[in-house]
């Protein structure tokens, strides 16, 4: 039994080879971009905190959460449809919802982090020990297996006839409803449920820490304290809205069925356009990594 994928641009394939050149230096410079804040978070010592920990798990679960989809896309813009087993779609399902549901966590962790930077400073040593880091990135993963393990069983387990083509460009939860002829309102509930409690326990995390972090800021004396604590939180702020945007459009619904050539367009810009913005709102808007890249490329130019 196999499912095949429906070409994401039907109507546009004599521009598949052009899409897919678009897409692979996109996915491309995602992953270098993302490999090289990890890269420099580990090699410099001045960056081995708590904050560019997460930093780093968060660019490495980015890297294995766009590897799960792109490379299929990107052969589907070659090839026009192409076939993936039962096992193989559910699997990719799992993986991407899992990945993406870590990813939300992670996110709300880096929130707890800098209100405790900021809002905490004496305290913050003591709490974000390696230990604790350690724990709440494990905390991440455990939350987002479990929360996800249950929806998609429970759809695996469903009725599957008719057209065997998914109408999206991966193996996603809305798009394989759509193609159960089950009675699948318990578990688009659930999903839903789900959704609702990953992106509000992450969005209330947030708002709560970052309030906490401007009320501090505003009581800051000097000007230029102040505008280092707001320079580290706006990048992660932008990151969290453009995140927060898509996924909210795609996965906030009772029924899954409903707008998925809508959802298409949100799911591209959550698998391929955000995860390509992140390193680079993360490079381009801190000054540490920054220096920690101009010295990295002045060793180089010494060992020459």
Not at 127 to 149: D, E, H, T, W, Y
Request: hydrophobic content about 50%; proline content about 4%; aromatic content about 14%.
């Amino acid at each position: 039994y196999h499912i095949g994928i429906r070409q994401l641009y039907m109507l546009f394939y004599n521009l598949g080879k052009f899409l897919f050149l678009v897409h692979l230096l996109a996915y491309l410079a995602s992953i270098m971009g993302n490999l090289l804040i990890i890269t420099v978070t580990w090699a410099d010592h001045r960056l081995q905190t708590p904050m560019y920990f997460f930093l780093s798990s968060f660019s490495f679960f980015e890297c294995c959460f766009i590897t799960t989809v792109v490379p299929k896309l990107l052969a589907i813009f070659l090839s026009g449809r192409q076939p993936i087993s039962f096992a193989a779609c559910f699997t990719q399902a799992f993986v991407f919802l899992f990945l993406g549901t870590t990813v939300f966590f992670l996110m709300a962790v880096l929130s707890l982090d800098r209100y405790l930077a900021i809002c905490k400073p004496l305290y913050y040593p003591i709490i974000m020990n390696p230990r604790m880091c350690f724990r709440l990135v494990a905390a991440c993963l455990s939350l987002g297996f479990v929360l996800m393990v249950v929806p998609v069983t429970m759809l695996s387990q469903s009725s599957f006839c008719g057209s065997h083509v998914i109408p999206h460009f991966f193996c996603d939860f809305g798009p394989l409803i759509h193609l159960s002829c089950s009675n699948t309102r318990s578990t688009e509930m659930l999903a839903f449920a789900l959704a609702l409690f990953i992106l509000l326990t992450s969005l209330i995390v947030t708002i709560i820490a970052y309030s906490n972090i401007v009320v501090t800021i505003v009581r800051l004396p000097s000007a230029r304290e102040r505008q280092k604590a707001f320079s580290t939180c706006s990048s992660h702020l932008l990151v969290l809205s453009m995140m927060y945007g898509s996924c909210v459009f795609i996965y906030v619904k009772p029924k899954q069925r409903n707008r998925l050539d809508s959802n298409k367009e949100a799911a591209l810009v959550n698998t391929v356009v955000t995860p390509l913005l992140n390193p680079v709102i993360y490079t381009l808007r801190n000054k540490q990594v920054h220096q920690a890249l101009r010295d990295a490329l002045s060793r180089v130019r010494l060992q020459k």
